[in-house]
């Protein structure tokens, strides 16, 4: 059981508390920071909070306090980082962790200082599916990972400060880019340093100084590629896709959109309906339990639990750091139009990580490359000659 201080009354400090306090929880939020007065009471009364303030410091200093949860704007984040570090209580912050890589190395060079638990709140590497899917790559059922695609798409975020270059700190890229970028260093390993990048980003359709569309490639030092694709003027709802692809298998994940929850309403549902959503009438995709199927549930059992064992949690400030890094590189690549090294200044993985290969004998004299049945039925075997290097094909007929 942990005692909490919210920090943040908006949209995710909303999410953050409804799980918390959800399916009977042992963790409270005993008080939440709002900078307006009358919002951070009526938050407070809805979740059952017993006190409210509009200083950080006081929330973070409560003496009840044992953990700090950060879902400020993206400039408050290292502010709230450093008064948690001085008092010494584990925190956990929302992505993205930094504006850029040199405020998160600021955050996790304060956290490890102060010796204090820190948590990455990266809800997307959590939800119930991916948590599944993340087991069966470990356990070899893809084989190794070659490619993974994350796309994060929606029409835009709800406050006026994301769209605001100097408090967020950039567009769609590192708003969403940065679930992406963790997503798929989650499913290619996150011991396989990441090498370098290429990006594209533009500003097609709102009147803003960041970005707001953006694709990118990671490359890791095995030769796998994390893809991302961001949108903030996708039209339909919040699009949140995954796809592993390994040398023998593949996984396809839709968290969102269409979850296997249809309805149909001529009338109008009136109301929310899922995250996102642009429409209440018609077909709608709405999604059962959102803080559970967007990992939020499980991404707390796993930080409390780590703050109760004195251990780490799964997604800690580090991998925030790392994130950071990818994305300052994706930013240089949109403006050079090259590939861009990622420049990490902090790196805990592998020194060194092979190359992926699924190269495998056919015979003593041949390497295997592929095997297809085709529509006459019969089955194709294409091999390569290890002395002379030839590609052939043998025609085996199943047809009796
Ligand atoms: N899936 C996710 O993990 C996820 C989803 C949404 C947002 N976030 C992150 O959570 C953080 C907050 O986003 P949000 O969606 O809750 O935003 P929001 O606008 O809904 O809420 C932000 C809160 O901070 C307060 N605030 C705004 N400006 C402030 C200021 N200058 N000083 C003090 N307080 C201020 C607002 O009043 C509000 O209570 C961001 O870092 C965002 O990236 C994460």
Known sequence: MANVAMLGAGFIGDFYTFSL???????HVVIIYSRDKERGKV???????????TSIKEAVNDPEVEVVVIGLPNNLHLEAVKLAA????????????????????????????????????????YPPKTLKALSSVRAGAVGQVTWVRS?????????????????????????????CIEIARNYIGKDIRPVEVI?????????????????????????????????WTFRGGMDLRDEVMGTDGTIWINNFLRTGFEIFTAGGKKGYVAEKTETDKGWLFPVGDEVVELGYTDMFTDMF???????????????????????????????????????????????KTPK???????????????????PDGKVKIIIKNKKTGKITQRVKSIVP
Not at 311 to 340: L, P, Q
Request: net charge neutral; hydrophobic share 35%; with cysteine.
């Open 305 to 351: 639990g780590a703050f109760e064992k004195k251990g780490k949690a799964k997604e800690t400030f580090y991998d925030g750091y790392i994130v950071n890094e990818i994305m300052d590189a994706c930013y240089r690549s949109a403006t050079s139009k090259k590939w861009e090294p990622v420049r990490l200044k902090v790196w805990r993985g592998n020194k």
């Open 199 to 231: 990006c594209w980003a533009d500003t097609l359709v709102k009147p803003i100084d960041s970005e707001d569309n953006a694709i990118g490639l990671v490359r890791y030092e095995n030769g796998a590629v994390g893809q991302f694709e961001v949108s």
């Open 21 to 27: 306090h959800g399916q009977r929880n042992r963790d």
């Open 43 to 53: 938050f407070a009364k809805k979740h059952g909070i017993p006190r409210w303030t």
């Open 356 to 374: 992926i290969s699924g190269i495998r004998d056919y015979d003593k004299d041949h390497i295997f490359i592929k095997e297809e049945t085709m």
């Open 151 to 179: 796309r994060e798409t929606h029409p835009g975020p709800h406050s006026d400060w994301f769209w605001t270059k100097e408090i967020s700190g950039g567009g769609v890229l590192l708003d969403m880019g940065c679930h």
């Open 86 to 125: 001085a008092a010494g209580k584990a925190v956990l912050c929302t992505k993205p962790l930094g504006r850029n890589a040199e405020e998160a190395k600021q955050m996790m060079d304060l956290v490890e200082k102060a010796g204090i638990m820190n948590g990455y709140l990266e809800d997307l590497v």
